[in-house]
């Protein structure tokens, strides 16, 4: 099976505190993905990479940056936490063929509280 | 992106089938349709995906209209497994990334 592994399950962080969040795919998937989901907002993408080294804003990457240094690892930073990042974050890898993004696979995500 | 809409909510009994609807009428000629569904507490699973044809996989069925402006998920036998999030997606051939609606939240009656 194809997995997408979030390093953390749930996690609690300080306002102002520099927080990495790390996601790893076994797949060998060019694009990968890092989404917020908040109770009636639905997913949210923050960015996303289709190569290593290479990176996308997503609808809202105000607040984050990303790294991807390895095909397999997608990281998401949050500079300096702050309370309205509280949020669920979910990772996901993707396959092309033909053009044609499909099967998005999903972590099992990460819930971030910033106190 | 090409929009959808979905019903906010469904309900279904076990062991029937179930048809989840999604209008997409402003669809162009390489948007593909994609289903996802997401259980409680879990990230998003693909379900199934296609572009004119119908399409069947071990989870689900798509039926996809002729005019394509419209496009119906079908569980064949439902299950309590099956509660979750369903979400119509469409995205252009060459799109790099999908967008998710609300979705449809499916209830299934023991």
């Known amino acids: 099976d194809v997995k997408v592994t979030q390093s953390s399950r749930y996690l609690v962080k300080r306002t102002g505190e520099k927080v990495f969040l790390e996601c790893v795919q076994d797949m060998d998937h060019e694009n990968m993905f890092w989404y917020r989901q908040d109770p009636g907002l639905g997913l949210r993408l923050i960015y996303f990479s289709y190569d290593v080294k290479m990176k996308e804003k997503g609808d809202i990457p105000e607040g984050y940056s990303v790294s991807r240094e390895k095909k397999e690892r997608f990281s998401l930073i949050l500079e300096s936490a702050s309370t309205n990042q509280t949020s669920m974050y979910l990772c996901?890898?993707?396959?092309?063929?033909?053009?044609?993004?499909?099967?998005?696979?999903f972590g099992s995500g990460t819930r971030l509280t910033v106190v | 992106d090409a929009k959808t809409t979905q019903p906010n909510s469904m309900e279904s009994n076990e062991e029937e089938p179930v048809h989840l609807p999604c209008n997409h009428s402003t669809i162009s000629g390489t948007d593909y349709i994609h289903w996802y569904r997401q259980l409680p507490s879990q990230g998003p699973e693909y379900v199934i995906h296609?572009?004119?044809s119908n399409v069947n996989n071990r989870m689900a069925s798509l039926a996809i209209a002729e005019d394509r402006k419209s496009s119906t998920l079908i569980l064949h036998r439902a299950t309590l497994r099956d509660a979750a999030v369903y979400y119509c997606?469409?995205?252009?051939?060459?799109?790099?990334?999908?967008?998710f609606g609300q979705g449809t939240r499916l209830t299934i009656n023991p």
């Open positions: 997606i469409l995205a252009r051939k060459g799109a790099q990334k999908l967008v």
């Open positions: 996901a890898s993707s396959a092309v063929t033909g053009r044609v993004v499909y099967g998005y696979t």
């Open positions: 296609g572009l004119t």
